[in-house]
T-cell receptor
Framework: ETGVTQTPRHLVMGMTNKKSLKCEQHLGHNAMYWYKQSAKKPLELMFVYSLEERVENNSVPSRFSPECPNSSHLFLHLHTLQPEDSALYLC??????????????FGNGTRLTVT | GQQVMQIPQYQHVQEGEDFTTYCNSSTTLSNIQWYKQRPGGHPVFLIQLVKSGEVKKQKRLTFQFGEAKKNSSLHITATQTTDVGTYFCAVGGSYIPTFGRGTSLIVHP
């Protein structure tokens, strides 16, 4: 049972489609993250939000657009993706700074396939 | 951000054998976290080490933080098939951890 819920679990989209990934955390955390996990590659940090403000954007292409309307919800809007964007997209949450390196709590991820 | 090297990338063991994965950094770390990801699953936090020379145990898992706080290890005694998965270390000076590439453990019954 995870306190971080991601939907959908699986998504297949064409390169011209627009879709959104959704993440919701029920842990009372103040920071939320998007990670990309591809085969044979390490976990890649995409975006970090702390108290609903974006604090990290790791040179992610503009075809990925995050949105954090409140501290419990995080979205990743996708448009005109490329086949190499196919990966597992993981959402995570943690407490904000001031408490050391707070552990990340991950959702189950969305398995994205771009055709 | 801080970088960390994790070895080995893969490890095959027979059930009952021991397993160790290592994380190494060229800089002093404030702390290190360990995560486990089962096949088809998501990373799950295992433990955080903060103090120089710290050793923590969770049943058959032993976590160590080096005296210089530049390396760490995870040792599993007498592996079981339930230990299968990828083990990641994560480091960072802020609340944004950088993950190692992970060590995939394959246990043969």
């Amino acid at each position: 049972e995870t306190g971080v819920t991601q939907t959908p679990r699986h998504l297949v989209m064409g390169m011209t489609n627009k879709k959104s990934l959704k993440c919701e955390q029920h842990l009372g955390h103040n920071a939320m993250y998007w990670y990309k996990q591809s085969a044979k590659k390490p976990l890649e940090l995409m975006f970090v939000y702390s108290l609903e403000e974006r604090v990290e954007n790791n040179s992610v292409p503009s075809r990925f657009s995050p949105e954090c309307p409140n501290s419990s919800h995080l979205f990743l809007h996708l448009h005109t993706l490329q086949p190499e964007d196919s990966a597992l997209y993981l959402c995570a949450s943690s407490q904000t700074p001031g408490q050391g390196n707070s552990p990340l709590h991950f959702g189950n991820g969305t398995r994205l396939t771009v055709t | 951000g801080q970088q960390v090297m994790q070895i080995p990338q893969y490890q095959h063991v027979q059930e009952g054998e021991d397993f160790t994965t290592y994380c190494n950094s060229s800089t002093t770390l404030s702390n290190i976290q360990w995560y486990k990801q089962r096949p088809g699953g998501h990373p799950v936090f295992l433990i955080q080490l903060v103090k120089s020379g710290e050793v923590k145990k969770q049943k058959r898992l032993t976590f160590q933080f080096g005296e210089a706080k530049k390396n760490s290890s995870l040792h599993i005694t007498a592996t079981q098939t339930t230990d299968v998965g990828t083990y990641f270390c994560a480091v960072g000076g802020s609340y944004i951890p950088t993950f190692g590439r992970g060590t995939s453990l394959i246990v043969h019954p």
